[in-house]
């Protein structure tokens, strides 16, 4: 429990110090109506973080013409205490291929990097593939979970990423378990519907989690609080150049 605990006032004061970074740095909370493209790169720690966190993102990016790519870093091989690690890491990845028919991005834009569930560490092969992914695909914008996640896979992935030469590409983090505090808002009503069917598809974690009515609990939160338009369902962000990202990640870990 003293374990923790000290996580928690460490998660707090890392969040205190964000807020005031941000307020200082940034104006108000904006919604986004034309993204940044044709190439878009997504990480994703587990098969499904993708759907939850930027899912509606990707399929209006996708109805733009843009290319999205998902890598997926670890093999979600803890996510079905019912069956064993391989039999797991096989099924989340037919459901990872399956919920992304809805979004719009074939199969051959995924990417599995089969790395440990829960033991995710930027190590040198790992880091030397995305960065040749990143040099080829040449993104504009990069979408991850949020430094502040509260999954340690989550927080490994920007590691993982702060490692590699992004040449002040835009990252646009994005919320599964810790609510951020966004400066970016993508309004992802006309496609809910899409979102929640790819959700759907993650049948094996929604038998852990009810990760749907979480997610369009936070989606609807984040429209409907955005005082200056009505929108119904948006899905939020930190969004920032790399190296300003990184320098805040760096911040407030201080
Ligand atoms: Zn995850």
Redesign the pocket.
Known sequence: MIGRFKLHKKLLSAFSKLQALLYKRFSQLHAVELLEGPHVLVFA??P??DVLGCGGTIKRHRQMGHTVKVVFLTDGALGISSLSARDTANRRKMEAQHALTFLDVPSEDLYFMDQPDGGLVPNAPLIETIQNLVSGFKPQLIYLPSFLDQ?A??RATNEVLKNVELNGVLISAYE?WTPLIPNRLVDITAVIQDKIRAIEAHESQLANLDYKTAMLGLNQYRGLMYSKKKIQYAEAFICMPSADYFNLMAAVSS
Request: charged letters at 40%.
């Open positions: 720690p587990h499904d973080d999954h896979d989550h599964v």
